[in-house]
């Protein structure tokens, strides 16, 4: 007899198994298919159907993949691992998160990331409109790494994308509104030049300034028309702050006439400001709030936070976001933030 105990216990273990190594290792485990058990009278139709997939969509890929361990006319054999494809490609928008325990493929994560499971529904409910600064003609500050150039717009993005796919793990609905179609999450210290960045949805992005600006709090402005009552904000990345004194940290910036975005930008202060006295006790953290009229912050419609995150011009800045594992914290420590922000500044 098929033990039903045992079988639940090997598929909690296995599901447990792939939860941590989502949470500890999301490199690894996003390059790999998502392998599930076949039940009695599974055939790949209710396999599939029971996954949340497509039957017309994947049923080829289903086979290609498991070719090896399909029995006759391609049934399943009850207690065998079957490779799931990777869900269908989200393009366009970063839509809101399904179930937690999903999987959704976003292109515009890279290769490497595409595979975004939902691990928790920590943020259900809200919408964030990411603008990564400057992109497309417009490098923002450019500064040099041994002997090598590197841009401002590049490292925000970087910062930026990250920090989308980390809301989207926690169940958030997520729009990037800096677009690179190619560059998705990358690893390396030195981030390549490009200027084939654009605006939500696929707008060629203007040199001028005045119209640069205007296009992405347009489309931030145009999406949030749609979705006027829910929670919602903009949060633009910058790496250009000009600091008078020495010591550089990250500046949070509100429109002066929202108390909410003062709240939301004191919140993720206060949250910097506790990692960094956890990580990295006596250093001393100078980074402030304060209203500041900027362009995108004055005009975008949801509650805004602009970050200046450092200057790429600034030979201890750019050895912290060189650093893969440091943007990749800026990402984490916003996502923490942002959950504070939440639950207490509705
Ligand atoms: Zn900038």
Redesign the pocket.
């Known amino acids: 007899m098929f033990d039903s105990n045992l079988h639940i216990k090997i598929v909690t273990r296995f599901i447990l198994t792939f939860f941590l190594a989502v949470l500890i290792f999301p490199q690894i485990s996003n390059a790999q298919n998502k392998e599930v058990v076949a039940e009695k009278g599974d055939g790949i139709y209710r396999l599939l159907t029971r996954h949340g997939m497509s039957v017309s969509e994947n049923m080829e890929t289903f086979v290609k993949l498991n070719m090896d361990k399909l029995g006759k006319e391609n049934s399943l054999i009850v207690g065998k691992k079957y490779k799931l494809p990777s869900t269908p490609v989200k393009t366009e928008k970063l839509s809101p998160a399904k179930a937690t325990g999903k999987t959704v493929r976003y292109e515009i994560f890279g290769k490497e990331y595409e595979n975004v499971e939902i691990t928790s529904s920590e943020l259900k409910g809200a919408t964030y409109y990411l603008m990564a600064?400057?992109g497309g003609p417009d490098p923002?500050?450019v500064g040099k790494y041994n002997g090598k150039q590197v841009c401002?717009d590049e490292y925000?993005y970087d910062m930026t994308i990250r920090l989308a796919r980390k809301l989207i793990k926690e169940g958030a609905a997520v729009y990037m509104i800096t677009r690179d179609k190619n560059d998705g999450i990358r690893d390396e210290s030195i981030l390549k030049v490009d200027h084939d960045e654009v605006c939500y949805p696929n707008l060629k992005i203007p040199l001028n300034q005045t119209r640069r600006l205007k296009q992405r709090t347009d489309a931030v402005n145009k999406l949030h028309s749609n979705n006027r009552k829910g929670f919602s904000r903009m949060i633009a990345l910058?790496?250009?702050s000009r600091p008078v004194g020495e010591n550089i940290d990250v500046f949070f910036y509100h429109d002066k006439r929202s108390n909410t975005g003062e709240k939301a930008a004191k919140t993720l202060q206060k949250t910097f400001q506790d990692k960094y006295n956890q990580h990295q006790p006596g250093r001393g953290y100078n980074g402030t709030v304060s209203s500041r009229s900027l362009y995108v912050v004055r005009n975008t419609n949801p509650v805004a936070v602009y970050i200046e995150l450092g200057n790429i011009n600034h030979k201890r800045d750019i050895q912290r976001f060189i650093l893969k594992d440091n943007r990749q914290a800026v990402a984490n420590w916003l996502t923490e933030g942002m959950i504070t922000d939440f639950k207490t500044n509705k």
């Open positions: 600064g400057h923002g500050a401002e925000a910058h790496v250009d």
